[in-house]
T-cell receptor
Framework: GEDVEQSLFLSVREGDSSVINCTYT??????LYWYKQEPGAGLQLLTY?????DMKQDQRLTVLLNKKDKHLSLRIADTQTGDSAIYFC???????????FGKGTTLSVSS | NAGVTQTPKFQVLKTGQSMTLQCAQD?????MSWYRQDPGMGLRLIHY???????DQGEVPNGYNVSRSTTEDFPLRLLSAAPSQTSVYFC????????????FGPGTRLTVL
């Protein structure tokens, strides 16, 4: 089945760029997703990329997808303290019926 | 729209007790799922449903039952609670097809003593 791996922690200074990486094993998911979870809250969809795309930009967010290496990354430009959260990458299972999540990357932004 | 609602927000159980976590959505979504979130483990899929009357097991189904008698509701039942089921539980829903956002409820924090 689908397996999604992420690094667990990332610490950056305010104003720097953050890059969160994710690798996955099953390439059948048509879309790949990035979710954000703020402390004590549920998950919120940040952005997603269609599997036929290499890159998607949405304001401060850039998603890069390397299908050959099964590698997905999320770049946050000009990182702010409000970006401190846990970030999850996710893809649908083979049947396309449920999302499979990575363990999440905790982003800590210091001023 | 209320989106995805979950009750209760917090619950403390004793080992062996049973309870039902409620989940409802008002977006007419076909897909509904239950996840548990544990520190360092991310979100793990417990059970999911692709429509009323249809459910299937996820990654960690043991100790949990689900049913889907209506499109709106997807309750999760703990038959005999164990300390290992202490976790935060999230319900989610989405419409059919890739690219559709999966909406999450606010979560239920469950402690089993």
């Amino acid at each position: 089945g689908e397996d999604v791996e992420q690094s667990l922690f990332l610490s950056v200074r305010e104003g720097d760029s953050s890059v969160i990486n994710c690798t996955y094993t099953d390439s059948s998911s048509t879309y790949l997703y990035w979710y954000k979870q703020e402390p004590g809250a549920g998950l919120q969809l940040l952005t997603y990329i269609f599997s036929n795309m290499d890159m998607k930009q949405d304001q401060r967010l850039t998603v890069l997808l390397n299908k050959k290496d099964k590698h997905l990354s999320l770049r946050i430009a000009d990182t702010q303290t409000g970006d401190s959260a846990i970030y999850f990458c996710a893809g649908f299972n083979q049947a396309g019926t449920a999302l499979i999540f990575g363990k999440g990357t905790t982003l800590s932004v210091s001023s | 729209n209320a989106g995805v609602t979950q009750t209760p927000k917090f619950q403390v159980l004793k080992t062996g007790q049973s309870m039902t976590l409620q989940c409802a959505q008002d977006m007419n979504h076909e897909y509904m799922s239950w996840y548990r979130q544990d520190p360092g483990m991310g979100l793990r899929l417990i059970h999911y449903s692709v429509g009323a009357g249809i459910t299937d097991q996820g990654e960690v189904p043991n100790g949990y039952n689900v049913s889907r008698s209506t499109t709106e509701d997807f309750p999760l039942r703990l038959l005999s609670a164990a300390p290992s089921q202490t976790s935060v539980y999230f319900c989610a829903s989405s419409s059919v097809g890739g690219g559709n956002e999966q909406f999450f409820g606010p979560g239920t924090r469950l402690t089993v003593l």
